[in-house]
């Protein structure tokens, strides 16, 4: 990280921090600021009364004669601390309440921001790595906001007040001390730096490690099935020697810090000694605000105040690594709040609709029947078109990074209520063309029309509202069973939900379950079986009842009988929609409308089942002979 | 459980002993240096000379080098006995898993072994440092300083014995109180971080349905209800500063007033003002101490659950071992089930597998057929020793699979499993772990058998191509060719796929079974399939139904004799009822 980078995402932090707790962080920072002056100050007292004390014994008076000023002193004391006490209170419950809330607005923030990210980042970024910037990148934060940050303060404000105390007693004196703080900042620097750096490092080969151990334990078994076992060890046994050199440097030059810092700390205190001592017997002048001359009511609380400056310097070195570390985590979350949000231009918008006078009217109540409101700049007025599921697709270019073109010249068209299979290899471009419908991507050139609208009018929201899909990969919720069909449409109600269930076959195995519609479960759906998982994924899909489908079969191996109502739900869900399916299944190919085969990019066949076959040609190939089932 | 951990100190052995020692010099000169000082402060206030102000520095800086050596030392030690104590627990742990069972492995969970290997062995190390280091550190500077202080102070001292409970109870209660809470709020705080994953893996859903909104208010409140938890925790660990701060200037007061009379009336005797200022630097000390120990004993009670979970490992004893006087040759692909019955653990009611009488031949074609749950996975995976028999005998090549060497059994049963990984690594350095050795001619015939070598030389790295972790960059048809050409590569007697072609095109899926039956003819193939069409050509299809074995016989036989089977061929190949007397017509004439 380059110097001036670090005070960029310094100031960030700051304003970020700033812009949570706007009234909240100034007071803090006055906290804070009171805290350290009136920490700083007893010890004037201190001093005060063992210079009373000394003068009393010098001069032999009785304690009766003293005790008066004595307990002034420290009554003073006893007022001081209890403000110091009642201030650092009201510091700590603050921080609890700043620190807690920046780390959970921080993650609202960084997992808002995330939802509004195209597709394309999900897709170029690895999970593990997105991951990481809500675990490890919060984690290293959270020591910084809420020690490092408080605690540079303190002892900035501490080294302050005690440095002008010192010079109000004499500046000579005060010079030694400063001596002594360089160096201690030096000395900081320079092994805080290593360590810092080895820290770093270790974090890296942690993360290393982690990976290794993730993917070995998780292949065990087939670790096992080719007795493994040696090699894996051998192999293991790098990565972790690796982590133990670098968390070993990491540590060693941490531990040494503290013991050097103090003992820097000692040597300052003889320093001042010694100094002292001379100053006194050789006469030397003393230059100071105060106007004092050297004396020994100048050098011992010199003595102590040199100790209590040390102390403060040594209290920020700790904080060094977490500094660091802090920095660099957000300069990750940083990269991630800065990635472009997916753009929106479009201004057509569905709403639901009525028919007025043979007129379409929008409706302010769910009226089941939607309709695209198209308004026109130019000439100030609104259109009302019908929802109705044609899609229609004019010599169409992508590319997901512009030096590779992916599908080239697509054109199609899907009527209402029209099934369009897609058939072809691996890479054909499948699923790059439905990514295409539903914006996931955008076309580089061509048009894509939805009901005669350009798809690039269209709200992002509305034209994804008006296309279902169902995915190869079936993704499921952590909630109950009726929550995940319900994200279908969150308005259903329950009675919809087992509508859309029954529809999907699914209602038969539900009931099956311990708590029926209210089983809860797991984000992978672990314990349903693949089937269920996709049944669901269909009953969510009927329940949101769009007029366009895009459905993705998998090719996954369930059993047959399974397979079967699957494959019925499909069907069922198919009724009366427009729908792109990615083909695996025979009777599916059989029964669309138009059969568009793929190859590299290219539609290279399309027609319905009979007459591809009567071409004989690539259809005639795969379905003779093989389907390429990936 | 501390013996059990304390065994991967090993040849750290020196440095964890060691730190303690230096730590102790350390905290003994820490505590001489004050009272040196102390005589220091004394010398100046008196007037002395330069000499002898010189001479007590000479003595402190003595002191301070000597303090810095052991705290260098210490420090240094402690380092590479933490680290080198971590690098071996990790090495024990992964070792020990290495030995593990597949049963053994059912029972942890590859999830919580890797939580195990890594946050809890963090945990643990963190503890032994405190161990080794700090709760040496903190009890000795207690008692040190409590000793220098009533040297000073004399009866003064006294008052420590009355903060010192304060203190200890109030961090007591305020850690009562704090540690429900966090106890509360961390599994909460993994679960956050679990649907955060979960939204992004299912990313394409949230925006098709146009969830992000809803998804959003879901995380804020999530997110949220963890800020009040540990909003709440914190506030009250937040009172431990504050206490120690008030026993601290307590103290003070005390010492200040209390000792200001002491030395007036007794004319310095009792006290003077050198030990005065000395009385308030181990106070801070032995508070400070006291704070530390708190903060270990904290430590100490989070990092216990992991330590009992990283026993729990070390302590599991692997279910299956080769014998101790194992026979080390296969002689060959010969396969004899006498009666097997199988569970998964004792604890199951009901057999996985029951009364399995099952005969093999070398260098047959076996097909399994069956549905989900009906045992197919199970009944092969006795024949590799992956699981034992519960009731029953195994024998392969005529001898009971117990009688083998693990390994030479296993090489000698090649099995590419229904769930299979490829690793992280370039496509040869995968292959090559079904044979170390393998040139690269093998490598490419078994590709080649295997029906990968076409798509292989379509990357432009060909054989060197690097497979993602979780081979993410290759297909799920790709991914299964790739596991069978491993497998292969081992020249095994006996070669188990099961479900392995499930993603692979019919087309291709005929080529690898004509390859397989063409190149490795002496080698018994057992095929798990779905499909009917994977296992049609087979010299014999078995059918499992619910643990048993339904039916054993040809396609044909099947087709005619078995309802099951019929089934799911028919459901499979042709579409309608009006098909299937054709069929069976079809089936009828081929017997």
């Not at chain 1, 319900?486 to 859309?500: M, N, P, S, V």
């Not at chain 1, 025979?586 to 190859?599: C, E, F, G, R, Y």
Request: glycine residues 8%; hydrophobic residues 45%.
């Amino acid at each position: 990280m380059k110097k001036k980078n670090r005070a960029g995402i310094l100031k960030r932090i700051f304003k970020l921090l700033f812009s949570f707790y706007p009234r909240l962080l100034p007071v803090m920072i006055v906290l804070i600021l009171v805290n350290a002056i009136i920490s700083a100050i007893p010890s004037v007292f201190q001093q005060n009364i063992i210079a009373t004390i000394e003068n009393a014994r010098n001069t032999n008076l009785p304690w009766e004669e003293v005790k008066g000023t004595v307990y002034y002193f420290v009554g003073i004391l006893i007022a001081l601390y209890i403000t110091s006490i009642l201030a650092n209170i009201a510091f700590h419950q603050l921080s609890a309440v700043i620190t807690q809330g920046f780390l959970a607005k921080l993650r609202n923030l960084m997992f808002n921001h995330m939802q509004t990210l195209p597709i394309r980042y999900f897709d170029t970024n690895k999970h593990g790595d997105i991951m990481s910037h809500y675990t490890n990148d919060i984690d290293s934060m959270r020591q910084m906001v809420s020690q490092s940050f408080p605690q540079l303060l303190i002892s900035l404000v501490t080294v302050t007040t005690i440095l002008s105390i010192m010079m109000y007693y004499s500046i000579w004196m005060g010079l030694v001390i400063i001596f002594g703080a360089t160096l201690s900042i030096f000395v900081t620097r320079k092994v805080g730096g290593l360590s810092a750096r080895y820290f770093v490092r270790q974090q890296k080969t942690t993360g290393l490690t982690e990976g290794f151990i993730e993917e070995l334990i998780h292949g065990q078994k087939v670790v096992k099935v080719f007795n493994h076992e040696e090699e894996a060890q051998i192999d293991f046994d790098k990565v972790n020697e690796q982590l133990c050199h670098d968390s070993k440097m990491a540590n060693r030059y941490s531990n040494i810090l503290m013991p050097i810092l103090n003992n820097i700390g000692y040597l300052i205190y003889v320093a001042v000694a010694v100094a002292g001592g001379i100053f006194i017997q050789k006469g030397v002048p003393n230059f100071s605000i105060s106007g004092l001359p050297f004396s020994i009511a100048v050098v011992v609380p010199f003595l102590g105040m040199s100790r209590q400056f040390a102390g403060s310097i040594n209290q920020v070195s700790p904080q060094i690594n977490s500094i660091v570390m802090g920095l660099a985590g957000a300069e990750r979350i940083f990269e991630l709040l800065d990635e472009e949000e997916e753009t929106d231009e479009g201004y057509v918008e569905l709403v639901n609709a009525k028919y007025v006078d043979g007129e379409i009217v929008e409706s302010d109540i769910q009226t089941g029947f939607w309709a695209w409101k198209h308004p026109h700049k130019a000439e100030g007025t609104i259109t009302y078109t019908p929802l109705q599921g044609d899609v229609r697709m004019f010599d169409v270019d992508f590319a997901y990074t512009p030096d590779k073109v992916v599908l080239h010249n697509i054109s199609l068209y899907a009527k209402p209520g029209q099934k369009v299979a897609f058939v072809g290899a691996t890479g054909a471009g499948k699923t790059t063309i439905t990514n295409l419908i539903n914006r996931f991507y955008d076309i580089a050139d061509g048009k894509i029309r939805y009901d005669g609208i350009n798809i690039n009018k269209i709200k992002k929201a509305s034209l994804r509202k008006s296309l279902g899909i169902v995915l190869q990969e079936t993704v499921l919720f952590t909630g109950t069973v009726m929550d995940n069909i319900r994200y279908g449409k969150l308005e259903a109600t329950d009675e919809e939900c087992i509508a859309a269930a029954k529809l999907a076959g699914a209602d038969e195995f539900i009931r099956t379950l311990p708590n029926g519609y209210q089983t809860l479960l797991d984000g992978d759906g672990s314990n349903l079986s693949q089937g269920q998982c996709q049944l669901l994924a269909i009953a969510r899909a009927a329940v949101a009842n769009p007029p366009v489908m895009i459905l993705d079969e998998a090719t996954s191996s369930i059993d047959t009988r399974t397979e079967q109502i699957v494959q019925e739900g499909m069907d069922a869900l198919m009724k009366g929609r427009t729908v792109f399916v990615i083909a695996h299944r025979l009777s599916t190919v059989k029964n669309a409308d138009v059969i568009i085969v793929l190859d590299h990019g290219h539609i290279i066949e399309r027609g319905t089942h009979e007459e591809l076959l009567e071409q004989k040609g690539e259809y005639y190939q795969l379905y003779t002979g093989a389907f390429e089932l990936e | 459980m501390i013996r059990q951990l304390a065994k991967s100190i090993r040849e750290y052995k020196k440095d964890s002993i060691l730190t303690p020692i230096f730590v102790a010099f350390e905290v003994i000169l820490e505590a001489i240096i004050p009272f040196v000082i102390a005589q220091l402060v004394n010398q100046i206030r008196v007037g002395a000379g330069i000499e002898v102000i010189l001479n007590y520095g000479f003595i402190l800086i003595g002191l301070a080098l000597l303090s810095l050596l052991f705290g260098f030392l210490s420090g240094y030690v402690c380092a590479t006995a933490s680290t080198g104590f971590a690098k071996n627990l990790r090495h024990d742990i992964f070792e020990k898993v290495q030995g593990f069972s597949f049963a053994n492995i059912d029972k942890f969970s590859a999830a919580s072994l890797v939580t195990r290997l890594t946050t809890d062995v963090q945990n643990a190390t963190m503890a032994f440092m405190m161990l080794i280091r700090t709760a040496i550190r903190a009890p000795m500077n207690l008692v040190f300083s409590f000793v220098m202080a009533y040297i000073m102070g004399g009866k003064m001292a006294l008052i420590f014995l009355v903060v010192m409970p304060i203190l200890v109870g109030g961090l007591y209660l305020i850690a009562r109180k704090a540690m429900p809470l966090f106890r509360m709020g961390f599994p909460k705080y993994d679960a956050l971080n679990e649907s955060v994953e979960e939204n992004v893996k299912g990313m394409r859903v949230v925006k098709s349905f146009v969830r992000e909104e809803y998804e959003m208010e879901k995380f804020d409140k999530a997110s949220d209800d963890i800020r009040v938890i540990f909003e709440k925790a914190e506030k009250i660990l937040a009172f431990n500063g504050p206490l120690m701060q008030m026993c601290l200037n307590v103290v003070m007061v005390f010492v200040l007033s209390v000792g200001s009379r002491t030395i007036i009336t007794t004319q310095g005797q009792a006290l003077d003002i050198g030990q005065f200022s000395t009385l308030l630097t181990y106070s801070f000390q032995i508070l400070s101490s006291l704070m530390m120990l708190s903060m270990i004993f904290v430590m100490l009670t989070f990092s216990y659950e992991s330590a009992k979970r990283i026993c729990e490992v070390l302590r599991e004893e692997s279910t299956i071992h080769s014998p101790d006087n194992p026979i080390l040759e296969v002689k060959d692909g010969s396969i004899d089930f006498e009666d097997v019955s199988f569970k998964y653990s004792h604890l199951a009611e009901q057999p996985v597998l029951r009364g399995i009488d099952l005969h093999i031949q070398s260098g047959e074609t076996i097909g399994i057929i069956g549905g989900t749950g009906s045992g197919k996975s199970s009944l092969v995976q006795l024949i590799p020793r992956l699981y034992d028999a519960t009731n029953g005998k195994v024998r392969v090549g005529g001898v009971d699979v117990r009688d083998y060497d693990l390994e030479v059994l296993r090489d000698s049963v090649a099995m590419v499993l229904q769930k299979n990984v490829l690793f992280s690594g370039t496509i040869k350095e995968n292959l090559r772990w079904g044979n170390k050795e393998a040139s690269d001619e093998e490598l490419k015939e078994a590709c080649r058998l295997a029906g990968a070598e076409e798509f292989i030389l379509q990357f432009p790295d060909q054989y060197d191509t690097y497979i993602e972790q979780g081979g993410t960059n290759v297909s799920g048809g790709q991914k299964q060719r790739l596991c069978i050409a491993r497998a292969l590569l081992k020249k095994p007697k006996i070669l188990i796929l099961d479900d392995s072609t499930s993603a692979v095109d019919t087309k291709t899926d005929a080529l690898i079974r004509k390859a397989m039956r063409e190149y490795i003819p002496e080698t018994t193939k057992i095929i798990i399939a779905q499909r009917t069409s994977s296992v049609e050509d087979a010299d014999r299809i078995i059918v499992m139904h619910n643990g048993e074995i339904d039916a054993i016989g040809t396609s044909a036989e099947l087709l005619k004799t078995n309802k099951i089977y019929r089934e799911v061929y028919l459901s499979q190949n042709k579409q309608g009822n009006e098909l299937e007397e054709e069929t069976l017509e079809m089936a009828g004439g081929l017997a």
